[in-house]
């Protein structure tokens, strides 16, 4: 069983987002990976070759793009609170925009690593 307080998030720099606290990394947990991304900013577009990951929006508004390599399909989602997104690994993706004091949770499955963070030119 694993339990972690507020306290116990690691808090990592991100270039995107005011603060990213990761809750449950691969170290602990080899299933999954868990993190809250506080007052998310546009970024660029990216896609990850083996993971997924999966968004939901604990508050505020997103708008996420996204491009499909094997369809050549792009489209855009619009998100607010309590609403979910999977995003398959190999679908390059982005946020366009986010409303101010927003909080996004991810779950990355299995658990993140920053080295398959792949720039997309895509989108």
């Known amino acids: 069983m694993i339990t972690k307080k507020y306290s116990e998030h690691n808090v990592l720099d991100s270039p995107y987002a005011r603060e990213m606290r990761e809750i449950l990394n691969s170290t602990e947990y080899e299933k ?12 660029d577009a990216h896609y990850h070759a083996t993971f997924d990951e999966i968004f939901f929006v604990l508050d505020g508004n997103m ?13 855009t989602v619009e998100s607010s609170k309590d609403d979910l997104v999977v995003v398959k690994k190999g679908i390059h993706h982005k946020v366009l925009r986010a409303s101010e004091n927003n909080r996004l949770l991810v ?13 997309s030119d895509k989108i």
Do not use: C, R
């Not at 999954?32 to 506080?38: C, E, M, N, S, Y």
């Not at 708008?63 to 489209?75: L, R, S």
């Not at 779950?107 to 720039?119: C, F, G, K, L, R």
């Open 107 to 119: 779950v990355s499955i299995p658990p993140y690593h920053a080295d398959d963070e792949n720039p």
């Open 63 to 75: 708008k996420f793009e996204f491009y499909d390599p094997e369809t050549q399909n792009i489209w």
């Open 32 to 43: 999954a990976g868990v993190a809250i991304a506080v007052d998310l900013e546009q970024m």
